[in-house]
């Protein structure tokens, strides 16, 4: 089982970035896959989030009308669109997984990780 993410990097405030996620086959059925972000000094916090069967989505109230959230069963991907960046969004940003179809905004609550993605924000 694992989860990997890509599409990091450094964008000046108010530019776009759109971050990947690749879960193993067996990961991506049953699962909600979401995105979460860690600044330093600060916890983990919850982002965004994608059901697996009705493509509902979920989003932290920082990151409403700013961020999309969306997923391709045909590629088992989910993705990651950031738009109106601003230094606050800098951070590490993590892809998880939750079995089943009730939202957790807590990260202990999430079953599986990846290493991360660093994004970075400049004024």
Known sequence: ?????????VVQAGGS?????????????RYIMG???QAPGKEREFV???S???GST???DSVKGRFTISRDNARSSIYL????LEPEDTAIYYCAA??????????????YWGRGTQVTVSS
Do not use: I, K, T
């Open 1 to 9: 089982v694992y989860l990997v993410e890509s599409g990091g990097g």
């Open 17 to 29: 970035l759109r971050l990947s996620c690749v879960p193993s086959g067996r990961l991506f059925s």
């Open 35 to 37: 995105w979460f972000r």
């Open 48 to 50: 965004a989030a994608v």
């Open 52 to 54: 697996w069967n009705d």
């Open 58 to 60: 979920r989003f932290a």
């Open 81 to 84: 669109r950031m738009n109106n």
């Open 98 to 111: 939750r079995y089943g179809s009730f939202w957790a905004d807590s990260a202990n609550e999430w079953d």
